[in-house]
């Protein structure tokens, strides 16, 4: 699957930004989808994910996140969105969305995930 994450940019704190993750080669219900986001000078961490089973969707959230953003997704558009709101100047990163196929380490682990997009760079000033 290929993945193209846009929908980045500069925000003030407090403000709002919704990521998006376009798929294509593979249906995204496939997969579970996850957001990730990496700071100048530390490890890509997790930030939210979304998997499909027997037509139930399931959430996961990193506590930082966690009544902040929404992740969510689009399956006849092929794109898993991350709303985020109240945002902070801890949050600046490059965000990075991402497809797993077995998830094998966990759903929030970065080895669970076998393709990235590119990554969108959202900026929050204070």
């Known amino acids: 699957v290929q993945l193209q994450a846009s929908g980045g940019g500069l925000v003030q704190t407090g403000g709002s930004l919704r990521l998006s993750c376009a798929a294509s080669?593979?249906?995204?219900?496939?997969?579970?989808m996850g957001w990730f986001r990496q700071a100048p000078g530390k490890e890509r961490e997790f930030v939210a994910a979304?998997?499909?089973?027997?037509?139930?969707?399931?959430?996961y959230y990193a506590d930082s996140v966690k009544g902040r953003f929404t992740i969510s997704g689009d399956n006849a558009k092929n794109t898993v969105y991350l709303q985020m709101n109240s945002l902070k100047p801890e949050d600046t990163a490059v965000y990075y969305c991402?497809?797993?196929?077995?998830?094998?380490?966990?759903?929030?682990?970065?080895?669970?995930?076998?393709?990235w997009g590119q990554g969108t760079l959202v900026t929050v000033s204070s």
């Open positions: 080669g593979r249906t995204i219900s496939s997969y579970a």
């Open positions: 991402a497809a797993g196929d077995r998830v094998r380490f966990g759903i929030r682990s970065v080895n669970s995930y076998d393709s």
């Open positions: 979304i998997r499909w089973s027997t037509g139930v969707t399931y959430t």
